[in-house]
């Protein structure tokens, strides 16, 4: 049985639940590069040094902030890709697709944080790594166990050793040709959301629903799906 958590922890919890919340309002009004711990100690009602001791920089509260919307957009995919009676490896794929653009139209903000311009001066470290690595892989693994085309052309070194180090990080069961054409797709995804998200489709594809359908679609066909 799990230990019940004391009210110390508890109201930590919660505070830190807080600070977070005020960090993302601040992401919305402000944007990513003017992230003041200060502004949301102020918001909450809090000395700066009290929320020094949940966040001992702005790095930190980035970073909580990255990780927490990876992991956000990773639940919203991961929920689409298992294998499920009666679901073909596309209709895997172009929900987890389309799941990623639902979640980045929802969370506009988040998604500019994890996927937009970088942050001067932040780097992230093995967590922001590990959660930004979630939803590649899902996408991944629905095609594990398939074999890359007889046509597949001869990967240059530097893109064989970019395969195999993705392989590495989960995608083992899947050829390396094929790591190279998802990898290639999942660019292609993050650009169409980026295009949409960022206006760069306005006065063409606007509204971009039936356009994000048919080139999620075409990356099915890329694919072999």
Same mark, same amino acid.
């Given at each position: 049985?799990?230990?019940?958590?004391?009210?110390?922890?508890?109201?930590?919890?919660?505070?830190?639940? !807080?600070?977070?919340?005020?960090?993302?309002?601040?992401?919305?009004?402000?944007?990513?590069?003017?992230?003041?711990?200060?502004?949301?100690?102020?918001?909450?009602?809090?000395?700066?040094?009290?929320?020094?001791?949940?966040? =001992?920089?702005? !790095?930190?509260?980035?970073t909580a902030l990255i990780v927490e919307a990876y992991d956000d957009v990773? !639940?919203?995919?991961?929920?689409?890709?298992?294998?499920?009676?009666?679901?073909?490896?596309?209709?895997?794929?172009?929900?987890?697709?389309?799941?990623?653009?639902?979640?980045?139209?929802?969370?506009?903000?988040?998604?500019?944080?994890?996927?937009?311009?970088?942050?001067?001066?932040?780097?992230? &470290?093995?967590?922001?790594?590990?959660?930004?690595?979630?939803?590649?892989?899902?996408?991944?693994?629905?095609?594990?166990?398939? &074999?890359?085309?007889? &046509?597949?052309?001869?990967?240059?070194?530097?893109?064989?050793?970019?395969?195999?180090?993705?392989?590495?990080?989960?995608?083992?069961?899947?050829?390396? =040709?094929?790591?190279?054409?998802? =990898?290639?797709?999942?660019?292609?995804?993050?650009?169409?959301?980026?295009?949409?998200?960022?206006?760069?489709?306005?006065?063409?594809? &606007?509204?971009?629903?039936?356009?994000? !359908?048919?080139?999620?679609e075409a990356l099915a066909d890329r694919l072999g799906l």
């Amino acid at each position: 049985m799990p230990a019940v958590p004391t009210a110390r922890e508890r109201a930590r919890r919660e505070l830190t639940a !807080d600070i977070l919340a005020a960090a993302r309002r601040q992401l919305a009004t402000s944007g990513a590069a003017a992230l003041s711990v200060r502004a949301v100690a102020r918001e909450l009602g809090l000395a700066s040094s009290a929320l020094y001791r949940y966040f =001992a920089t702005r !790095d930190e509260l980035l970073t909580a902030l990255i990780v927490e919307a990876y992991d956000d957009v990773a !639940d919203a995919v991961e929920a689409t890709v298992g294998p499920r009676r009666g679901a073909s490896r596309r209709t895997r794929f172009t929900a987890a697709c389309r799941a990623f653009r639902a979640w980045a139209l929802e969370h506009p903000h988040e998604y500019a944080l994890i996927h937009g311009s970088p942050v001067p001066g932040y780097r992230g &470290d093995e967590r922001t790594t590990a959660a930004g690595a979630r939803v590649p892989l899902a996408l991944l693994s629905v095609l594990a166990g398939m &074999d890359a085309p007889a &046509d597949s052309p001869r990967l240059a070194p530097q893109v064989a050793e970019g395969a195999a180090r993705v392989a590495a990080a989960g995608a083992g069961e899947v050829p390396p =040709a094929l790591i190279v054409t998802a =990898a290639q797709c999942w660019t292609a995804l993050l650009g169409l959301v980026s295009s949409e998200l960022f206006g760069q489709l306005a006065n063409t594809f &606007d509204p971009a629903d039936a356009f994000a !359908d048919a080139t999620i679609e075409a990356l099915a066909d890329r694919l072999g799906l």
